[in-house]
């Protein structure tokens, strides 16, 4: 169900309950399409979320705090430099449309109270939050929309603001039950009264608007629709909306087969088993247990999809180099060949007349002294022969071992780009992607951009932290950048390091404050080893394990590459419930 029309207003019902009369304390733009305002009321605080994001637009309240740019955007400057210590005056949903309008009153710049406006647009992928002055005059908006992608309407500073055209739709909460049966007079089946009813009235999703046919007709996929049948339909439009007006909402989630949330509701629909609904005390409370994963997901791949992208293409590209010097390397082994032809001709020299084609000699090395065809240029000696293919034998043993270290350092970035994608698909915060891209940064696989000021300190993330069974800490690092902090910098010699055998993953360590460390802990370590693996998903995955000192990190060796030796080896089957048993922190 998309944010319609119903849920706005049951959200904009609980803002009324909160918000209304308090006053903006601070703002906030942690995410380029969202904002916070922090609202006091009552002597609480209240975090008032607005999104425009493409895929998961919304407001409510939430508890859910987010780091925040070291700089604030330049809507979030407006929106300080026009609504802080504003009081929010009233909200409105104008015509039931996906629009809220959240007027503040301010003060403006020669002391006279003003009203400024926030216009919240949930519509997809052209969801917007523009902030008005009191003439109507865009201050900024989050989304700049010119001439160039719209020609329906600007939304840039300056320029009026113009409502999103209606399409003529009409008010649900407005219409009578004849309306509903005169939008239905051209209707023939079930699934085209519900399409009937989304184009014909403002804030009906495709769930709302099958749920009103089902409560009419006990389905939805009706071939044909009678008078009798429209009638039914109108009644049911009418309760629906009748329990709306009456702020009859009691929100839930429809939780889908495997219990993850699936869909938000204002109330039960009938179409829905009891079973399959998990019922909450606020939409706010809803929306954040609905929203809070997707849009974390939605986000987090937004972000490191450019940098999945740089790291494919050079995985690519590498691959296309390795494929050359495996050929290279496999032309250069006939290099033997030429050092044999070169022998057997000076071996038989004085039997080889001059300006010959070729000669066929026989092969001494051959205990049946076959018979060896050699090609030869007519224009040489048959010692100049000779001495040609032991040129050709010296440049072949030459690019054979080129090739064959050059075969060594592809394959060595080729696992160390597989551990960067491994590090990026793991990856749960901005801090985790921003080291990530500053790694590809220093190994020259991106630009680094001029800073045009100097940034404050970056946040940085600390490596996951777990305490077994026996209350020994286990540390796991993030990324290659992390696993060389983890092993080389923050471990003692007598601690225990793990990794999963031959595959990207993190860098493990047992503290071992000088103890023995029990089976039950090394099983444990090596389960977070082989789950913060490529190998997560496998079973029976081997996991090496030494003290820290077998550990060393050859000169020029990229982040993350280690040897080790003098190691033993455990076999697990990493799952989920044994992480989340000893996960203590995730800083």
């Known amino acids: 169900m998309a944010f319609d029309g119903i849920l706005l207003n049951g959200v904009l019902d609980e803002l009324e309950r909160n918000l209304l009369n308090g006053r903006v304390d601070k703002i906030y733009q942690p995410e380029k399409d969202e904002i916070h305002l922090i609202i006091r009321n009552n002597q609480s605080n209240f975090r008032l979320l607005i999104s425009a994001s493409a895929n998961f637009p919304r407001i409510h309240l939430t508890n859910i705090v987010k780091s925040n740019p070291t700089v604030p955007p330049m809507f979030c400057m407006a929106a300080r430099k026009h609504l802080d210590g504003s009081r929010l005056i009233s909200l409105e949903q104008p015509g039931f449309e996906r629009i809220l309008i959240l007027s503040f009153e301010a003060l403006n710049e020669f002391g006279d109270k003003a009203v400024k406006k926030l216009y919240v647009e949930i519509m997809g992928r052209h969801s917007n939050i523009v902030l008005v002055d009191d003439n109507n005059r865009i201050l900024d908006s989050i989304k700049h929309v010119g001439g160039n992608v719209s020609r329906v309407r600007e939304v840039l500073p300056g320029r009026n603001y113009i409502f999103p055209p209606s399409h003529d739709k009409l008010d649900p909460m407005t219409a009578d039950r004849q309306t509903v049966m005169d939008s239905l007079k051209s209707v023939n089946s079930g699934s085209q009264a519900a399409s009937t009813l989304m184009s014909a009235f403002t804030g009906i999703s495709r769930t709302t608007a099958e749920e009103i046919v089902h409560s009419a007709l006990g389905t939805v996929s009706t071939e044909s629709l009678s008078k009798d049948d429209s009638l039914l339909i109108a009644d049911s439009f009418e309760y629906f909306f009748a329990r709306v007006k009456s702020k009859g909402f009691a929100p839930c989630i429809l939780l889908s087969a495997d219990s993850s949330p699936a869909d938000i509701l204002p109330f039960e629909y009938s179409r829905f088993a009891d079973s399959n609904i998990r019922y909450y005390k606020s939409f706010s409370e809803a929306l954040d247990d609905f929203y809070s994963i997707k849009d974390s997901a939605d986000r987090i791949l937004q972000r490191t999809s450019n940098l999945h992208r740089t790291i494919k293409n050079n995985l690519e590209r590498c691959e296309k180099k390795l494929a050359l010097h495996l050929k290279e390397l496999d032309e250069a082994r006939s290099g033997d060949t030429y050092r044999l032809y070169g ?245």
């Open 343 to 587: 022998e057997l001709i000076t071996a038989n020299i004085h039997n080889i007349p001059s300006g010959s084609n070729e000669v066929s000699l026989p092969n001494y090395y051959d205990p049946d002294n076959t018979l060896v065809s050699i090609h030869l240029d007519p224009g040489k000696t048959p010692s100049q022969n000779a001495q040609a293919y032991f040129r050709l034998f010296a440049k072949t043993k030459t690019i054979k071992e080129k090739a064959a270290a050059l075969i060594h350092d592809t394959r060595t970035e080729i696992e160390y780009l597989e551990s960067l994608s491994e590090s990026l698909s793991r990856a749960t915060n901005e801090a985790e992607i921003q080291e990530i891209a500053d790694e590809l940064a220093r190994e020259g696989y991106i630009k680094i951009r001029a800073a045009k000021k100097p940034e404050k300190q970056k946040a940085t993330v600390k490596p996951h932290r777990f305490i077994s069974s026996d209350g020994f800490v286990i540390l796991v690092g993030r990324n290659n950048t992390q696993n060389d902090m983890l092993t080389l910098r923050l471990s003692q010699n007598n601690d225990i390091w793990l990794h999963a055998k031959a595959v990207p993953g993190s860098h493990v360590i047992i503290k071992t404050e000088g103890k023995s460390v029990p089976d039950t802990t090394l099983i444990e370590a090596a389960t977070l080893a082989a789950y913060h693996s490529k190998a997560k998903l496998s079973e029976n995955v081997p996991v090496d394990y030494c003290p820290v000192k077998n550990v060393k990190k050859p000169s020029g060796a990229k982040p993350g590459m280690v040897i080790y030796n003098n190691y033993k080896t455990l076999y697990v089957t990493p799952t989920e419930e044994a992480v989340s048993r000893l996960k203590v922190s995730n800083n």
